[in-house]
């Protein structure tokens, strides 16, 4: 069994891998801005102090030596434009800072959402097929892209700014409390009660604009329908009643919208006003304190930068820890898939050779654990080199039979093995490679015929394609495409009509001269004399395989050396044409019904 994630942080740390030191990288560079940025009201308020007035500079040693240096303050005094220089040099470095933090932050970023691509993909690829039938498509790729994306914009957005807020509000506090701690202290009391507030608000604005975007999503889909939809909106009269479902539904989402509004402005009202309320309460304080001598006045000047600094990352604080708390729904989305067992072979998994006979052996299936049985109790063998006939109403388990045998599902009970081995001890990629199944609703790819066909085969030339497609007798539509052969097949094959479909899917099948085939009702969309010109084209060219023919028409299967009678899951009868014609059953009730006369055969 692969690797299982516990918790969010174990799946977030495994898809950080490769990207793990471009995100420490920004976050240095975050906090080297952050104190340069820091670093500018010092130098003012030294030059208002020191320079312009006469107090004695309480500098870091570093900077007094780097002073004394250049002739010391008496020198500054009278080349006061040296400070301007070096606030410049000072704000310079922390732009670019501020550029290599953002730099890393997006390299960070790109890198793990192509790490977490792919190993999503990678682990897909690898589910096995019941897992597809458990989790719709729209949801899977929904997790892989959207739900991607935002866990990418909480580490690079959310994460990085959470801390770069962290630091800059540390160190701001740090150097305010150099100046005066009470003033900080004074300062800091605010913070609480802002970050609190706009948590408050922004768990109930993202509540509110998620139901608004829910809105959203059931009138775009609406819209979506009626568009799609619009032949039967019309045919049926329905214009009416679709519009007034449209506007009401409208109304619904306006009014989710506007409450969203409202919310927001009271938020940055409030936000405003207790922002406001903090900056006169520090420059009141600072004045008062600067009156009384206990600080100078250009440390007044610096505490005031300091805390007009801090207002902006304590106010979107709150926001971040809100819109992180969301990114957990992300990652556990994520996670569900990551913990889906992938499909692993026995260790001691073998390859046999496929020519050979095929045994279902009691074989019973369910879907789900609580699903009634759709195959129960089903045994026949089909002897190497022989064609069985398969024939059953729709829903009779005919495709599952299939899925069976190519180790899509495993059984629920009873055996099926090849050649004397159960396919439970088969390696699955080689047995999948040596059945070659045709869908009852062959998928194409957005590829060329050609390339269709010969999917999977690199070493397929030309003439193997169109020999494959003569048998197919596709042979002859393709000749009149304009492109022939390199005829691109639209979106889900869209340009090829379902007969033509099938028979691109009897070419793929036909290429690969698998040593057991199956048809499974591949030959219903074309008319009955194409299906006999492709069985016997079949007939001559299959040699050794085993074949197996699900269909509904009795003269498709009459001539296999035997055929099975599928109802509801369980086996009716077993025999060849004659036998069956001459029964009492479902077999003959068929031949009536499809006017296949005693004389027939
Ligand atoms: N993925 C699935 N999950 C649950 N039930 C399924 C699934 N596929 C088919 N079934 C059910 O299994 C039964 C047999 O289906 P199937 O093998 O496709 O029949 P046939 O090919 O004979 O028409 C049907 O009742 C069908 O509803
Ligand atoms: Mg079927």
Not at 124 to 140: E, R
């Amino acid at each position: 069994m692969k690797k299982q994630f516990e918790n969010n942080r174990q799946l977030i740390f495994y898809f950080l891998k490769g990207s793990k030191a471009y995100f420490i990288l920004a976050i240095l560079f975050a906090a080297a801005a952050s104190l340069f940025d820091l670093i500018n009201p010092r130098i003012i308020s030294f030059t208002v102090d020191s320079i312009i007035g006469s107090k004695e500079a309480g500098l870091p040693a570093f900077f007094k030596g780097f002073i004394q240096g250049i002739g010391g303050i008496a020198y500054l005094k009278s080349h006061i434009y040296f400070v301007g220089v070096f606030v410049v040099i000072v704000a310079l470095i922390g732009a670019l800072f501020r550029y290599l933090f953002r730099l890393f932050n997006s390299k960070g970023a790109e890198k793990f959402v192509k790490v977490m691509r792919d190993g999503l993909f990678e682990h897909i690829v690898h589910l096995p097929f019941a897992w597809f039938t458990h989790n719709p498509t729209g949801d899977i790729i929904q997790r892989c892209t959207s739900d991607v994306e935002t866990i990418k914009r909480f580490l690079s957005e959310q994460l990085t700014q959470m801390l770069r807020i962290v630091i800059m509000i540390a160190l701001s506090l740090y150097f305010m409390s150099t100046i005066s701690t009470k003033m900080m202290l004074a300062a800091a009391i605010f913070i609480p009660i802002i970050v609190t507030y706009s948590l408050f608000f922004h768990k109930r604005i993202g509540e509110t604009f998620e139901k608004a975007d829910e809105e959203e999503g059931i009138l775009s889909s609406i819209a979506q329908e009626n568009l799609t939809g619009v032949r039967v909106v019309r045919a049926f009269g329905r214009e009416r009643y679709e519009r007034q479902r449209f506007e009401s539904q409208n109304t619904i989402y306006t009014k989710a919208f506007m409450k969203l509004d409202i919310l927001i402005t009271w938020f940055w009202s409030i936000g405003d006003g207790i922002s406001g309320l903090q900056l006169l309460t520090i420059a009141g304080l600072g004045a008062y304190f600067a009156v009384k001598k206990e600080i100078t006045a250009g440390d007044y000047i610096a505490f005031v930068s300091y805390n007009t600094m801090l207002v902006w990352p304590i106010r979107s604080l709150g926001r971040v820890i809100s819109d992180m708390s969301r990114a957990n729904v992300s990652i556990d989305r994520i996670r569900y898939i990551m913990n889906s067992e992938e499909e692993v072979d026995d260790k001691d998994a073998i390859e046999v050779d496929m020519h050979g006979d095929i045994v279902f052996d009691h074989v019973s299936f369910r879907y789900n654990e609580d699903s009634p049985l759709v195959l129960d109790d089903v045994s026949f063998i089909i002897k190497k080199g022989t064609t069985l006939g398969i024939l059953g109403g729709t829903g009779s388990g005919k495709s599952t039979l299939m899925y069976l045998l190519d180790h899509l599902y495993d059984v629920s009970s009873g055996h099926i093995s090849i050649n004397g081995v159960d396919i439970q001890h088969i390696n699955r990629d080689y047995l999948r490679k040596n059945i070659g199944l045709v869908l009852q609703e062959p998928y194409l790819f957005s590829k060329s015929i050609e390339e269709n066909i010969a999917i999977g085969i690199p070493t397929a030339t030309r003439d193997d394609v169109e020999e494959a497609s003569k048998i197919a007798s596709l042979n002859e539509a393709i000749n009149h495409f304009k492109n022939g052969y390199k005829t691109s097949v639209g979106e889900r094959g869209v340009t090829l009509s379902g007969g033509q479909k099938q028979r691109t899917a009897i070419a793929q099948m036909v290429i690969r001269k698998t040593p057991i085939m199956i048809f499974d009702d591949s030959l219903s969309a074309v008319d009955s004399e194409t299906d006999a010109k492709i069985r016997k084209a079949l007939d001559e060219n299959i040699h050794d395989a085993t074949v197996i023919l699900i269909s509904h028409r009795i003269t498709t299967l009459m001539q296999a050396d035997q055929i099975i009678v599928l109802n509801k899951g369980k086996v009716a009868q077993v025999g060849n044409h004659q036998q069956l014609r001459s029964q009492e059953g479902i077999y003959r009730k068929i031949c009536d019904i499809q006017n296949i006369g005693e004389d027939i055969s």
